[in-house]
């Protein structure tokens, strides 16, 4: 079982190194789902109601109070690595059945 527990930890310290390394390099161009509802029309919809974002963390994966661009990348990377692995971590902790 450590086996594991230490293959993990190194899968989580790459991620947080490729982020750092690489998020500042990502693409200005919009993903595939904004660039879809451009293509299609409905992308001035999510935009008519700024309201909507008002509570948003982080509207458009930038931190309002940061000005560097390359900065905000890795802190909204490393927000959502950290995100997906509480998540990951606590559907595999509730999904353990009970033990006879």
């Known amino acids: 079982m450590k086996f594991y527990k230490n293959k993990y930890a190194a899968f989580f310290l790459l991620s947080i190194f490729l982020i750092i390394c690489l998020s500042p390099f990502a693409s200005e161009k919009p993903d595939g789902l904004e660039w879809v509802a451009g293509i ?29 661009k390359a900065l905000t990348t890795i802190l909204s990377g490393l927000f959502g690595l950290l995100l997906t692995t509480a998540m990951t971590l606590l559907i595999c902790k509730c999904s353990k059945g009970k033990k006879n």
């Open 40 to 68: 299609k029309g409905f992308l001035h919809r999510g935009e008519e109601n700024p309201s909507f974002w008002k509570f948003s963390p982080m509207p458009d994966y930038a931190i309002s109070f940061i000005s560097s």
